[in-house]
């Protein structure tokens, strides 16, 4: 029975369905970056959705400053070439499965928020204010993460309750055709925005979904990812807690020069409701390097506060302590305390 693990990579799977996925017309895809520089304090996240040809797309940019550029889902566009999907305002192009994606977004309506806004409370005014375009090249450095294929038991867990949770299954169940990847990045590029241009260069991730994803009963997770900036040294970590205590699944690696090593979650941060805490520790034991631990701090955060996973609930921002279900979602310095090498990339939480 085919399981996601069993996932081979090719260079067709890096490309975007340019029409319904025949077999399951509920499926979608994601492309997910982040890339970050935290020497200029500047980066950005798009999150595209795309069905079958045509896509929208949500939009951060962390701007020098502390001001955050937004953009949510909206202002779909349609596409024919799946190495090129894009919406109205962003434009991707996967010059080289597998290993270089180029960004651009082109004069998007975007509205403005900051770290210190975000972390007061909510945020409701998400009018349009600014337009902000943006051009970027990230490159793989690591082998493709497919989710649930480093540790044995991470594979029994990605089970029926996590595959609709992560969205690496179709109805029917788990097919060659549905999937969830991520790749460490390294890339650089240009911020255009209210008559300055701001150059960044940084470490991130990429990451590709397809498949039917459906959230009721999630009640939170922690997901975290990032490299240097040469792409020497980084980590990945994905764990989804279990309603009561414990957690539905649990898998983490490392990447130490050139190579892939599986690693079980010792420690991991999850949702911690006072916006003013910004540190954290991932520990995490590997077979061949022992037990690694990684200290991370919150560079930037932009909050969710929503109903509940999986409802039809309005979904707005801000660290608002009232809200049943926040998510922070934002970037990160990771530091190696064996050796203090530095590393910046996405840490993200719910509950």
Not at 201 to 206: D, E, H, W, Y
Not at 236 to 244: K, N, S
Request: aromatic share 10%; net charge negative.
């Amino acid at each position: 029975m085919y399981h996601p693990a069993d996932l081979v990579m090719t260079p067709e799977l890096d490309l975007a369905l340019t029409a319904p996925l025949a077999d399951d017309p509920e499926a979608i895809e994601t492309f997910n970056i982040w890339l970050f520089d935290g020497e200029r304090n500047t980066g950005f996240n798009i999150h595209p959705r795309a069905t079958g040809g045509v896509m929208d797309c949500a939009i951060t940019v962390f701007l020098p400053d502390g001001r955050i550029a937004r953009a949510n889902h909206g202002s779909p566009g349609t596409f024919t070439d799946p190495a090129r999907p894009a919406s109205e305002f962003v434009k991707l192009h996967c010059v080289e499965p597998g290993k270089r994606w180029q960004v651009e977004i082109v004069d998007a309506a975007v509205w403005l928020t900051s770290d210190a806004e975000q972390a007061a409370g909510s945020v409701d005014d998400e009018t349009p204010v600014a337009r902000i375009s943006l051009s970027a090249t990230v490159e793989t450095v690591s082998p493709a993460w497919v989710n649930g294929a480093l540790l044995p038991e991470s594979r029994v867990t990605l089970g029926d309750k996590m595959s609709w949770w992560m969205g690496n299954r179709l109805v029917r169940g788990f097919d060659p055709q549905a999937f969830r990847y991520d790749h460490l990045v390294i890339g650089g590029g240009e911020v255009r925005f209210q008559g300055q241009t701001l150059p960044f260069s940084g470490s991130g991730l990429r990451g590709h979904v397809r498949g039917v994803r459906r959230m009721p009963g999630m009640t939170g997770h922690c997901w975290a990812e990032g490299c240097t900036a040469d792409g020497r040294r980084g980590f990945g970590t994905q764990m989804f807690l279990r309603e009561g205590g414990g957690y539905e699944h649990s898998e983490a690696f490392l990447w130490n020069d050139g190579q892939v090593y599986p690693a079980r979650i010792i420690a991991t941060p999850h949702l911690d409701r006072d916006s003013a805490n910004r540190d954290s520790v991932f520990e995490l034991a590997c077979d061949e390097l022992g037990l690694v631990r990684i200290l991370a701090h919150d560079v930037r955060a932009f909050w969710w506060r929503m109903p509940a996973w999986g409802t039809h609930g309005p979904i707005h921002y801000g660290c608002d302590l009232t809200s049943p279900t926040l998510m922070k979602q934002g970037v990160a310095r990771f530091t190696w305390e064996d050796d203090g090498t530095v590393g910046y990339g996405l840490l993200e939480r719910s509950g």
